[in-house]
């Protein structure tokens, strides 16, 4: 019993004092296997019950995130982390001292490719709103790319005050480079590199569609290049 309550203490510092609400972060199913039926049927009583689920789904949180399929986190009101896997901090080259107490949105990238998601998460945050699989581009010191689908849900306090979020990420990274293979495969030749004769068609009917549009003209000039390829 002590060394669950102090994994309680030290591994998942959310399970604020106070809340009555559940202090575990929905990991797509992980609590689904948990109930109290089975305590039942063995005659156990519902406080041991209660207890025994409790310390059953720390436990398998805890082999869920050291297994790196993936991570869990928490704020405050104000947006500041409060709780971080160990395995987003060694991603990002942060220790925990330095990445608690930051704001939850600056653990992901300012980029071009990252910048419509990174834009939403703040004001999904100011509304207090559950979120599913948002697409993030992780802030890394190098230039190594990480993408991350992060889920949140809002908890509030038992005086039904917000008082911040918990949620869960998983490493997309690998999902997000065949997706863009895939796509650069679909509209470029594989040998020069160029469009393909698929996006060229595309390029030039939206063009053509424009200018007609605009009753402008313009002309398409085509070149034929013998022996391009060798």
Not at 132 to 158: C, H, M, N, Q, R
Not at 176 to 198: E, I, M, P, V
Request: proline share 3%.
């Amino acid at each position: 019993d002590g060394y669950c309550t102090t994994m309680t203490a030290k591994k998942f510092p959310w399970a604020a004092p106070g809340d009555n609400q559940s202090s575990l972060v929905d990991a797509r199913g992980i609590f689904a296997k948990i109930s109290g039926r089975g305590a039942q049927a063995l005659g156990v009583s519902a406080p041991a019950s209660a207890v025994a689920s409790s310390k059953q789904a720390l436990l398998l949180l805890q082999n869920f995130e050291q297994s790196g399929r993936g991570w869990f986190w928490s704020t405050d009101d104000q947006g500041r982390i409060t709780y971080l896997s160990e395995s987003v901090c060694e991603l990002l080259g942060r220790p925990a001292s330095v990445l608690i107490g930051s704001p939850f949105a600056d653990l992901f990238s300012q980029g071009e490719e990252a910048a419509s998601h990174q834009r939403t998460l703040p004001f999904i945050l100011t509304k207090q709103s559950k979120f599913d699989d948002l697409p993030l581009k992780a802030a890394t010191l190098d230039d190594g790319e990480i993408w991350w689908a992060v889920s949140g849900k809002p908890y509030f306090s038992s005086g039904k005050k917000f008082a911040g979020y918990r949620g869960s990420g998983t490493d997309i990274t690998a999902q997000r480079r065949t997706a863009k293979d895939t796509s650069r495969l679909a509209t470029y030749d594989s040998l020069t590199g160029l469009l393909n004769r698929f996006r060229m068609s595309q390029l030039l009917e939206t063009t053509l569609s424009a200018f007609k549009a605009q009753r402008r003209a313009c002309s398409v000039m085509l070149i034929d290049l013998d022996r391009f390829k060798h």
